[in-house]
C-alpha cells in the first residue's frame, strides 16, 4: 500500500522561503517521476515542480520557474520542494505525489492524494 506523508509548511513573511518534504513508503520510490501540486480554493490543482527518478530535467511552471527547487533524496523515499522568494499568491495548500505526463500536462499516479501541508504567505 503506497502511503505518503508532507510536511515543512507554515507561515512565512512574503520574501520567506519554506521547504516542504514529503516521505513515500509502498512504492519503488526511485522509478518514478515525483511532483509537487498545489490547490487554491476556487481554483483547479497545478503542478509547481516534478523531478524524474534520474534526478535530472526538473520541471517548473512559469509561475514558479527561478523561486522554487524540487530535489530528491532516494535514500531516504524523500521528495522536497524548496520554496524560496515566496509572494502572497503562493498561499494554499501543497501535495505531492507520483507523476505521470501525456506531454501536455501532468497526473497524479496513485488513486489518492495526501493531507497536503499548508503554506501560508502573509505579513
Known amino acids: 500500500q503506497v502511503r505518503l506523508v508532507e510536511s515543512g509548511g507554515g507561515l512565512v513573511q512574503p520574501g520567506g522561503s519554506l521547504r516542504l518534504s514529503c516521505v513515500f513508503s509502498?512504492?519503488?520510490?526511485?522509478?518514478?517521476?515525483m511532483g509537487w501540486f498545489r490547490h487554491a480554493p476556487g481554483k483547479e490543482r497545478e503542478i509547481v515542480a516534478g523531478?524524474?527518478?534520474?534526478?535530472?530535467?526538473?520541471y517548473y511552471p512559469d509561475s514558479v520557474k527561478g523561486r522554487f527547487t524540487i530535489s530528491r533524496d532516494h535514500a531516504k523515499n524523500t521528495v522536497y520542494l524548496q520554496m524560496d522568494s515566496l509572494r502572497p499568491e503562493d498561499k494554499t495548500v501543497y501535495y505531492c505525489?507520483?507523476?505521470?505526463?501525456?506531454?501536455?500536462?501532468?497526473?497524479?499516479?496513485?488513486?489518492?492524494w495526501g493531507e497536503g501541508t499548508q503554506v501560508t504567505v502573509s505579513s
Open positions: 505525489s507520483a507523476i505521470g505526463t501525456d506531454g501536455s500536462s501532468w497526473y497524479n499516479l496513485l488513486d489518492y
Open positions: 509502498g512504492l519503488a520510490f526511485s522509478s518514478y517521476t
Open positions: 523531478i524524474p527518478g534520474n534526478g535530472r530535467d526538473a
